[in-house]
């Protein structure tokens, strides 16, 4: 259907999806439900996944609210009011950590400069991991403002945190407000220090409760928000719902300019000593991405924690460009 599509850079709830395989799809299905958007378009390596899911999804339309679904090319992300990047590829047999981070850039280092030249105005929201180290790679290569490249970073440990805490204290998991900071993966760092429920921060709530607050219970749930992804990939090879549902909520407070503070991965400057990397931080996220990262006050051993993940994703960005230059001079 392109000749019938309006590609004027003034369309503030075109979506695009790049990569719609497991986690793609996912969050597609998700802005299809919502009614979030009034186009959707999905762009794959493989065309014809691409296509057949943009027929599966458009024929989930009768049933929702209006909004147009079609597979199409990169031309087609100019006016999109954010490009969600899933594309990626998995882990091989043997295959080391070093060596998927760079397939995974060689993949980003493809799809970015032709979503930033389509639609040099959007938002771009990097999802494939390793999400902070790719983050920064697809920010240096769209040539944008570092507010409009974001990673989806931990919001997906956040909501499992969250999600954990809420079961423990039985209370809804929306009135949890706690966050993990850093890297998305195994070096993230749990915020207690701010963890409250209704302002009452976790020891105060137990007290309040008639409850004990137990210190090793805390741990052991942040141990399963952290492996959480190895549990379920165990399972069921991949995860993919809690994400989509999340790339969503980071959609929907850019669609509709809602300053809703989300730990996404963005450009950190001058924080705790940490600068030129990405990692998350609660960040005021608005219709022109993250207009600011919240400078919390974070405990000595929380600001270390940050430290070393900063520290853990600088190796992966600096191990990444000296492999690009040993690839350059072959
Ligand atoms: N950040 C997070 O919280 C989080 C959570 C879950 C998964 N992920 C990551 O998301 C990524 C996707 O996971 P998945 O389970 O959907 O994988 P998948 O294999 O199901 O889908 C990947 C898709 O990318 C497409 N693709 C590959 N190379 C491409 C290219 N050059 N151009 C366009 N499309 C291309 C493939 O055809 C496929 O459809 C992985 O990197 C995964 O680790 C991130």
Redesign the pocket.
């Given at each position: 259907m392109p000749d019938t599509i309006d590609r004027s850079p003034s369309h503030p709830s075109r979506v695009a999806v790049?990569?719609?395989?497991?986690?793609?799809a996912s969050f597609a299905y998700a802005l299809v439900l919502s009614g979030l958007a009034s186009e959707l378009v999905l762009?794959?390596?493989?065309t014809r996944?691409a296509e057949g899911e943009a027929m599966d999804l458009a024929h989930a339309v009768p049933f929702t609210k209006p909004i147009r679904v079609w597979a199409g090319d990169y031309a087609d992300c100019a006016g999109a009011a954010v490009t969600v990047i899933?594309?990626?590829?998995?882990q091989r047999p043997g295959e080391s950590r070093r060596d998927l981070v760079s397939r995974?850039a060689a993949?980003m280092g493809?799809?970015v400069p032709q979503v930033a030249e389509a639609n040099p105005d959007g938002i771009i929201l990097v999802?494939?991991?390793p999400?902070d180290v790719l983050s920064y790679q697809s920010w240096k290569a769209s040539g944008l403002h570092p507010s409009r490249v974001i990673?989806?970073g931990t919001?997906?440990d956040t909501a499992r945190f969250r999600s954990l805490l809420s079961e423990h204290f039985g209370v809804d998991p929306r009135s949890v407000h706690a966050f993990i900071a850093g890297e998305?993966g195994d070096s993230e760092v749990p915020i207690w220090s701010s963890a409250n429920i209704a302002g009452m921060r976790l020891a105060e709530f137990c007290t309040a409760n008639g409850l004990t607050y137990d210190s090793a219970e805390m741990d052991a749930i942040f141990a399963r928000t952290r492996d959480a992804?190895y549990e379920i990939i165990a399972r069921k090879g991949?995860?993919?719902y809690a994400?989509g549902a999340?790339l969503l909520r980071i959609v929907e407070a850019i669609i509709r300019d809602q300053r809703t503070v989300l730990s996404v991965s963005s450009l950190v400057d001058d924080f705790y000593g940490i600068s030129d990397v990405y990692l998350s931080l609660p960040c005021v996220v608005t219709r022109d991405g993250v207009e600011r990262l919240l400078r919390l006050d974070l405990s000595p051993s929380e600001a270390a924690g940050l430290r070393r993940s900063a520290e853990v994703l600088r190796t992966m960005i600096d191990d990444l460009a000296a492999d690009a230059g040993a690839g350059a001079g072959t």
């Open positions: 790049v990569g719609v395989g497991n986690v793609g762009i794959d390596r493989d996944r899933t594309a990626g590829v998995a995974n993949i493809a799809i999802t494939t991991n999400v990673g989806s919001i997906l998305h992804a991949a995860t993919y994400v999340g």
